[in-house]
């Protein structure tokens, strides 16, 4: 194991080199392997790979720390989902993964309330509550020591499989299958192709801007904006010309 993860290494190097010799405004840092989800942490970025774990960089060093089934605490090599609360990374896998620099604690099926071990969306919500999407076992949210589980049986969440999450204060925004699902902690809405502008249900990403937008990247009907109100665009103010003026 340590010979491929040295073998990893150097092939990380020789594509980094061979990129930066022909395209010098880019740096590439993979070798070729499907990377799934990124999450940046001041001068870290942390980057979780199809079958190649989870990886730490330097920002400054460019020092690259590898993180596998083999030599950590990870339960799999397979690392869909990040999220970072203050020194705490929070990783989607086969199973829900906390690390804290030092020590590895798992949630699974077997030894937590946790639905479901497939996880695809990860979000920090207030106090620090942790939204956990599963693929296949809805939702869980982690407060303190507290579980809470929403699914179709027992709420308004229009599918159980969970592709992604974002958070605007108390409302939850939830991509699925079967629409987008907007739940306040008390209330759902769920949008949809027969009750919204929603161009397909299978919402696989979601994301909130500053002027209160939520962006749904779905998986046939493209990028869709909604926002309550209306959605609002950010232009560059055209510059008017005192008249009679000419250019220089």
């Avoid at 395209?23 to 790979?49: F, K, M």
Wanted: some cysteine.
């Amino acid at each position: 194991m340590k010979n491929l993860s040295t073998l990893f290494v150097i092939c990380a190097i020789a594509c980094w080199s061979n990129c930066f010799a022909q395209y010098p405004d880019w740096i590439n840092y993979t070798n070729g392997q499907s990377v799934y989800v990124l999450s940046d942490n001041g001068n870290e970025l942390w980057i979780g790979a199809s079958q190649g774990g989870l990886v730490k960089l330097d920002k400054t060093t460019e020092e690259m720390t590898f993180y596998d089934h083999a030599n950590s605490g990870l339960p799999h090599n397979d690392v869909s989902a990040l999220a970072i609360d203050g020194s705490d990374i929070w990783i989607g896998t086969w199973g829900l993964v906390k690390f804290d620099g030092t020590n590895w604690a798992e949630y699974n099926e077997s030894n937590s309330p946790l639905p479901y071990n497939r996880i695809y969306a990860l979000a920090i919500g207030g106090s620090d509550n942790i939204w956990i999407g599963t693929y296949g076992g809805g939702l869980a949210e982690i407060d303190g020591a507290n579980w809470r589980i929403y699914d179709r049986s027992n709420s308004a969440l229009p599918d159980n499989w969970i592709n992604s999450i974002a958070i605007d204060g108390s409302n939850k925004w939830i991509g699925t299958w079967g629409g987008l699902a907007e739940f306040d902690g008390s209330n759902w809405t769920v949008h949809n192709t027969s009750n919204s502008g929603l161009p397909d249900n299978w919402a696989l990403a979601v994301a909130i801007d500053r002027n209160g937008n939520i962006w749904s990247g779905t998986w046939l009907g493209g990028l869709a904006a909604y926002r309550k109100g209306g959605v609002i665009i950010n232009r560059r103010p055209q510059v008017r010309r005192p008249a009679g003026r000419r250019r220089p």
